[in-house]
């Protein structure tokens, strides 16, 4: 258009010569023509260098790197080509991943901790950057497939080979809590233990309060709302310190005594062939998936060659269907690391024996989490309290027999294979994993 337009205002008059540098222009027929060649050329050079540039951002991206700016948690590495975790940033990031997964906190609360908690900032450019996150920033992170290995790239979604934060299935949950149809959404506390005690006496909620005395010494304090109308609770302050000793003194009578520990494990142990046969059924049944889903992406392209499809419609589908492609893949990779048919009961045999030692060393969103997998129905009066076991747990006293190892064990395998307890023993992997905590950020 700006190349006919010149030559336009040259027949008209409006323009009376040209020069250029490097080429000789006559304001004749002959010069028009020419210039019209050379202005056809220089589209040409665009239109090819650009085909070029998405030829080699196409390229890239089916080798498993973005050819963009890598997001925050990550870096381009110059040297390679590819993408690497950013060593100030990456466990920060993977550590709102967790708070969303665990239900310990939203997308709002993180961003309050990442800037006044964790000095978390973004990465400094030439002249940007430098600066806490925004809460939309939040929001795009936990909503971008890249942090679960995925490049979506025109359209279409491709295997990445960087180093993944969340696996597909944890990305997906991650979706459903924050656009509010996840059942593990809650609301987030500043202090460790409120909105899980309930008052004893009237029924309602304990919450907890700051307190400085004369002396300008700080406390916590944990008390009954006593927001009851119809009655006046009487029920006095307890201190954060003493009731913490409380909660660890429960968590220590739930764990599992040593002997009964390596007994099981020994046990379970000796059934890993059986385990093994199993994983290679599972994995035949992913290998059939897997390649049913390759004959459905390739029947969706016969689609749209056909006409049948438009584009919206075999775009839409395609990613779809890649997307399950990819996380079919990843369930077969997984296979092959650890999770059997007992890896459940393993699992919450090792936690119940652990529990004591990462409640006494954790952090109060660890120590808040492990009462919420060990206990149920806490409860407080005169300062005392109340808490029950959750199944599969109990309280193991020093006459504990064989027999109660028996009962526990029944207990333990119907929890494991209650679709219901999943996001228990999710939490359970995390702590287990020390994937909830990033250093440096307590």
Same mark, same amino acid.
């Given at each position: 258009?700006? !190349?006919?337009?010149?030559?336009?205002?040259?027949? *008209?008059?409006?323009?009376?010569?040209?020069?250029?540098?490097?080429?000789?222009?006559?304001?004749?027929?002959?010069?028009?023509?020419?210039?019209?060649?050379?202005?056809?050329?220089?589209?040409?050079y665009v239109d090819s260098l650009s085909e070029?540039?998405?030829?080699?951002?196409? #390229?890239? &991206?089916?080798?498993?790197?973005?050819?963009?700016?890598?997001? #925050?948690?990550?870096?381009?590495?110059?040297?390679?080509?590819?993408?690497?975790?950013?060593?100030?940033?990456?466990?920060?990031?993977?550590?709102?991943?967790?708070? &969303?997964?665990? !239900?310990? #906190?939203?997308?709002?609360?993180?961003w309050e901790m990442a800037g006044k908690e964790?000095?978390?900032?973004?990465?400094?450019?030439?002249?940007?950057?430098?600066?806490?996150?925004?809460?939309?920033?939040?929001?795009?992170?936990?909503?971008?497939?890249?942090?679960? /290995?995925?490049?979506?790239?025109?359209?279409?979604?491709?295997?990445?080979?960087?180093?993944?934060?969340?696996?597909?299935?944890e990305f997906a949950r991650v979706q459903e809590?924050?656009?509010?149809? /996840?059942?593990? @959404?809650?609301?987030?506390?500043?202090?460790?233990?409120? !909105?899980?005690?309930?008052?004893?006496?009237?029924?309602?909620?304990?919450?907890?309060?700051?307190?400085?005395?004369?002396?300008?010494?700080?406390?916590?304090?944990?008390?009954?709302?006593?927001?009851?109308?119809?009655?006046?609770? %009487?029920?006095?302050? %307890?201190?954060?310190?003493? $009731?913490?000793?409380?909660?660890? /003194?429960?968590?220590?009578? +739930?764990?599992?005594? *040593?002997?009964?520990?390596?007994?099981?494990?020994?046990?379970?142990? !000796?059934?890993?062939?059986?385990?093994?046969? $199993?994983?290679?059924?599972?994995?035949? %049944?992913?290998?059939?998936?897997?390649?049913?889903?390759?004959?459905?992406? /390739?029947?969706?392209?016969?689609?749209?060659?056909?006409?049948?499809?438009?584009?919206?419609?075999?775009?839409?589908?395609?990613?779809?269907?890649?997307?399950?492609?990819?996380?079919?893949?990843?369930?077969?990779?997984?296979?092959?690391?650890?999770?059997?048919?007992?890896?459940?009961?393993?699992?919450?045999?090792?936690?119940?024996?652990?529990?004591?030692?990462?409640?006494?060393?954790?952090?109060?969103?660890?120590?808040?989490?492990?009462?919420?997998? $060990?206990?149920?129905?806490?409860?407080?009066?005169? @300062?005392?309290?109340?808490?029950?076991?959750?199944?599969?747990?109990?309280?193991?006293?020093? +006459?504990?027999?064989?027999?109660?190892? @028996?009962?526990?064990?029944?207990?333990?395998?119907?929890?494991?294979?209650?679709?219901?307890? #999943? &996001?228990?023993?999710?939490?359970? @992997?995390? $702590?287990?994993?020390?994937?909830?905590?990033?250093?440096?950020?307590?």
């Amino acid at each position: 258009m700006d !190349g006919g337009r010149i030559i336009y205002l040259l027949d *008209k008059g409006k323009l009376k010569d040209l020069r250029f540098a490097t080429f000789s222009f006559e304001n004749n027929s002959q010069g028009k023509f020419m210039l019209s060649i050379i202005f056809g050329y220089s589209k040409y050079y665009v239109d090819s260098l650009s085909e070029n540039v998405r030829r080699g951002m196409r #390229a890239k &991206v089916e080798r498993g790197w973005l050819p963009n700016f890598a997001p #925050a948690g990550y870096l381009n590495d110059p040297e390679t080509g590819g993408i690497i975790p950013d060593p100030e940033r990456f466990d920060a990031i993977a550590r709102m991943w967790r708070l &969303v997964l665990t !239900g310990q #906190a939203m997308p709002r609360r993180i961003w309050e901790m990442a800037g006044k908690e964790w000095g978390l900032t973004t990465r400094t450019r030439k002249r940007i950057g430098g600066a806490p996150f925004t809460l939309s920033a939040i929001y795009k992170i936990l909503k971008n497939p890249f942090y679960a /290995g995925v490049i979506e790239w025109e359209g279409a979604s491709h295997p990445g080979k960087h180093q993944a934060m969340v696996t597909l299935s944890e990305f997906a949950r991650v979706q459903e809590i924050i656009s509010g149809s /996840g059942k593990a @959404r809650r609301k987030t506390h500043e202090f460790s233990y409120t !909105g899980m005690i309930r008052c004893d006496e009237c029924g309602f909620l304990v919450t907890a309060e700051h307190k400085t005395n004369r002396h300008g010494s700080h406390y916590t304090y944990y008390h009954c709302s006593w927001r009851r109308l119809d009655y006046q609770c %009487v029920q006095r302050s %307890v201190s954060a310190e003493r $009731l913490e000793e409380q909660f660890a /003194g429960f968590v220590e009578e +739930t764990s599992l005594p *040593k002997k009964f520990h390596d007994f099981e494990m020994e046990r379970m142990g !000796g059934l890993t062939a059986e385990d093994e046969a $199993l994983t290679l059924k599972q994995k035949q %049944v992913l290998e059939q998936k897997a390649s049913a889903l390759d004959s459905q992406l /390739g029947n969706l392209k016969k689609l749209r060659i056909r006409d049948i499809l438009d584009d919206a419609e075999f775009l839409e589908e395609r990613q779809k269907l890649t997307r399950e492609r990819l996380q079919v893949a990843e369930e077969i990779g997984k296979l092959g690391e650890t999770r059997g048919r007992f890896e459940p009961d393993r699992l919450l045999i090792q936690f119940n024996k652990e529990a004591a030692s990462r409640f006494r060393d954790g952090s109060p969103e660890e120590k808040r989490l492990i009462v919420g997998i $060990l206990g149920s129905n806490p409860r407080l009066r005169d @300062r005392e309290l109340k808490i029950d076991a959750a199944k599969p747990f109990r309280r193991w006293s020093k +006459t504990t027999t064989i027999s109660d190892l @028996r009962a526990f064990v029944h207990d333990v395998r119907t929890f494991a294979t209650n679709p219901e307890s #999943a &996001v228990k023993l999710e939490k359970m @992997r995390l $702590l287990m994993d020390d994937r909830l905590s990033a250093p440096g950020l307590e």
